[in-house]
């Protein structure tokens, strides 16, 4: 069965501090996502990854970097955490291919920055 | 301009009722994806369904189908005989195939709610 997970359900940092996002996927993906989701506004895209160490900015990158040292690995960081970064940050993976391939998406992680 | 919008915020619908779930999307590419998920309120996103911009046929799965309409540039989500599990956020999305873009573009969403 697909399975794509997130470190956490939940976390609470303060303004300031690093925050690392943790995403794996078991299924030899080569594409990895990351996406924030604020009301109104559904899914943003921060950054993709292509393949390993590959990585290319999205819709929003600004304060965001990533990290794809392994295919199953994807991190998103949070250099520096501000409180408009308080959110719910969802990781997916999928195949490279073109075509009607879903992605996959983990259970979200919800973000709150104090 | 806005890629994909969904403009119903929210949706009210009886139980065994249809209901239909609009999208429109805005691309220049010609050959793109179409997606819809679901989003409980646990929160995991739960693919219902695609369509291709090169299919003729209507995507059906299940109790969902897709009304894709390509010179409106709309792909509507159709829910038969809506069921109280089917409460949920609902999201259309595109993948754009011609200009390499490997991520969805999602719209907004629209909040269904269904009433016993």
């Known amino acids: 069965d697909v399975k794509v997970t997130q470190s956490s359900r939940y976390l609470v940092k303060r303004t300031g501090e690093k925050v690392f996002l943790e995403c794996v996927q078991d299924?030899?993906?080569?594409?990895m996502f990351w996406y924030r989701q604020d009301p109104g506004l559904g899914l943003r895209l921060i950054y993709f990854?292509?393949?390993?160490?590959?990585?290319e900015k999205g819709d929003i990158p600004e304060g965001y970097s990533v990290s794809r040292e392994k295919k199953e690995r994807f991190s998103l960081i949070l250099e520096s955490a501000s409180t408009n970064q308080t959110s719910m940050y969802l990781c997916?993976?999928?195949?490279?291919?073109?075509?009607?391939?879903?992605?996959?998406f983990g259970p979200g992680t919800r973000l709150t920055v104090t | 301009a806005q890629k994909i919008t969904q403009t119903q915020p929210g949706m009210f619908v009886q139980e065994k009722e249809a209901v239909t779930l609009d999208c429109t999307y805005d691309?220049?590419?010609?050959?793109?994806?179409l997606f819809w998920y679901k989003q409980p309120s646990s929160g995991e996103m739960i693919f219902l369904i695609y369509?291709?911009?090169?299919?003729?046929q209507n995507a059906t799965e299940g109790r969902y189908s897709l009304n894709f309409q390509k010179a409106r540039k709309s792909a509507n989500l159709v829910i038969s005989a809506s069921q109280l599990g089917d409460s949920a956020m609902y999201f259309c999305a595109m993948r754009e195939e011609d200009t390499g873009r490997r991520a969805l573009t999602f719209g907004s969403g629209t909040r269904l709610q269904v009433q016993p």
């Open positions: 299924m030899d993906h080569e594409n």
């Open positions: 369509q291709g911009s090169y299919d003729e």
């Open positions: 691309t220049s590419d010609q050959s793109y994806g």
């Open positions: 997916a993976s999928k195949i490279h291919s073109r075509g009607p391939y879903e992605q996959y």
């Open positions: 990854s292509y393949d390993v160490k590959m990585k």
